[in-house]
């Protein structure tokens, strides 16, 4: 019997009114999300992720359509849903001169956990988090990477079965990024919590997350582990080398009568065509130029990324998708509701 899942949304929905013009932020999100999943929600700047976590949060109310989280209703039981579950929202832990050790203490009784437990518990999130060292610091005093991993130990100190981070890792180093990971799957590993992450990094969704929701204007795209979709979206490109642009031409015919794809020149005068499965196909096309009186003098297959996969949904690559996002949406002061990642956590809202 499989367990009930642990997010469900059904034509989840969300139109902001910006300029007197309706905004679709989020439209028609329907998913369903098992316990002790890590999926990653990716897509450029303004794809919706961040207002579907608002949404399933209880930080803002959907226009249209129905969620359960954890069990709860988010329209009618905001505040079950938010007793069972961490948020890490976009801002970090600002200044606070209090120490490491007591804010994790003061969140715990904010949770209304009895002190000796909220011991046990700083403690075991110090050690997981690799917060031992600076433990006795203020937070001021953190770095970047340390207090994203603070504020993640701040959102699970009540120990709740599901964590949502909203783009952990923008704005640090690729070393601070990918410690920063680590310590969050040790977390999963360690205490079996559901992760539901947002990334603009493809790199991240495809290495870390066993699920990946791709979002684009509103909505999901695509819902597959990032193997499966770059197998079925994309292909792995193979590419061929010549001693002279005739052979690079001629090679065009073979190519594409082997693997059935088309087939083009690259910028550096090298035969090219995408595949489905260039592991198998390299030797053979190979062996048919080689027929065909065509010397091979370099022979390249680059398997996909999940950015091939954006492209093949979209026809716009993610870092294209990201500037156009930005030349479109620079007017945040204009938003008629406020957004509530000022708050940056659901802790902190309450305080
Ligand atoms: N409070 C708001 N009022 C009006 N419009 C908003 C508000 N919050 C978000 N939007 C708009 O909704 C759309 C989706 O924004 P959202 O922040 O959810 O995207 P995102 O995928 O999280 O982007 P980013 O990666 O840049 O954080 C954008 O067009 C954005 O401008």
């Known amino acids: 019997m499989?367990?009930?899942?642990?997010?469900e949304t059904?034509?989840?929905?969300?139109?902001f009114t910006v300029k007197r013009q309706e905004v679709?932020?989020?439209?028609?999100?329907?998913?369903?999300?098992?316990?002790?999943?890590?999926?990653?929600?990716?897509?450029p700047n303004g794809a919706g992720k961040s207002t579907s976590l608002r949404m399933l949060t209880t930080l803002i109310p959907p226009t249209a359509g129905d969620a359960r989280v954890v069990g709860h209703d988010i329209r009618t039981e905001a505040a079950e849903v938010r007793a069972r579950i961490g948020y890490v929202g976009q801002l970090t832990s600002g200044s606070f001169a209090q120490r490491v050790g007591d804010e994790l203490l003061s969140q715990g009784a904010f949770y209304g956990m009895r002190r000796a437990d909220a011991v046990r518990r700083a403690d075991e999130l110090v050690e997981s988090l690799g917060l031992t060292a600076i433990r006795s610091r203020s937070v001021q005093q953190l770095s970047g990477g340390q207090k994203r991993r603070l504020d993640i130990a701040l959102g699970l100190m009540?120990?709740?079965?599901?964590?949502?981070?909203?783009?952990?890792?923008?704005?640090?180093?690729?070393?601070?990024?990918?410690?920063?990971?680590?310590?969050?799957?040790?977390?999963?590993?360690?205490?079996?919590?559901?992760?539901?992450?947002?990334?603009?990094?493809?790199?991240?969704?495809?290495?870390?997350?066993?699920?990946?929701l791709v979002m684009d204007q509103g909505r999901v795209i695509a819902d597959d582990t990032a193997p499966a979709l770059k197998s079925t979206l994309?292909?792995?490109?193979?590419t061929f080398g010549f001693g002279s642009a005739?052979?690079?031409?001629?090679?065009?015919?073979?190519?594409?009568?082997?693997?059935?794809?088309?087939?083009?020149?690259?910028?550096?005068?090298?035969?090219?065509?995408?595949?489905?499965?260039?592991?198998?196909?390299?030797p053979v096309v190979i062996r048919a130029l080689d027929d065909a009186g065509l010397a091979v003098r370099t022979a390249t297959g680059v398997p996909p990324t999940l950015d091939d996969v954006f492209l093949a949904l979209t026809g716009r690559s993610l870092r294209e998708a990201d500037r156009t996002a930005d030349?479109?949406?620079?007017?945040d002061a204009e938003h008629t509701e406020p957004a509530a990642e000022a708050a940056t956590n659901l802790q902190e809202a309450s305080r």
Not at 234 to 238: E, M
Not at 258 to 268: F, H, K, M, N, P
């Open 158 to 212: 009540h120990a709740p079965p599901l964590l949502f981070l909203d783009e952990p890792s923008t704005g640090l180093d690729p070393q601070s990024r990918a410690n920063l990971w680590e310590h969050i799957l040790r977390l999963r590993e360690e205490h079996g919590t559901t992760v539901f992450v947002t990334t603009h990094y493809l790199e991240e969704a495809d290495r870390y997350a066993e699920r990946v």
């Open 24 to 43: 679709a932020a989020v439209t028609d999100l329907s998913i369903s999300v098992q316990p002790g999943e890590l999926v990653a929600f990716l897509g």
């Open 246 to 282: 005739d052979e690079a031409s001629a090679a065009l015919a073979v190519l594409a009568r082997v693997t059935g794809r088309e087939a083009t020149l690259d910028e550096s005068g090298r035969a090219t065509t995408t595949v489905p499965d260039g592991d198998a196909l390299l």
């Open 10 to 15: 059904h034509g989840l929905t969300k139109r």
């Open 234 to 238: 994309a292909g792995d490109v193979l």
């Open 2 to 7: 499989t367990n009930p899942p642990i997010i």
């Open 327 to 331: 030349a479109g949406t620079g007017d």
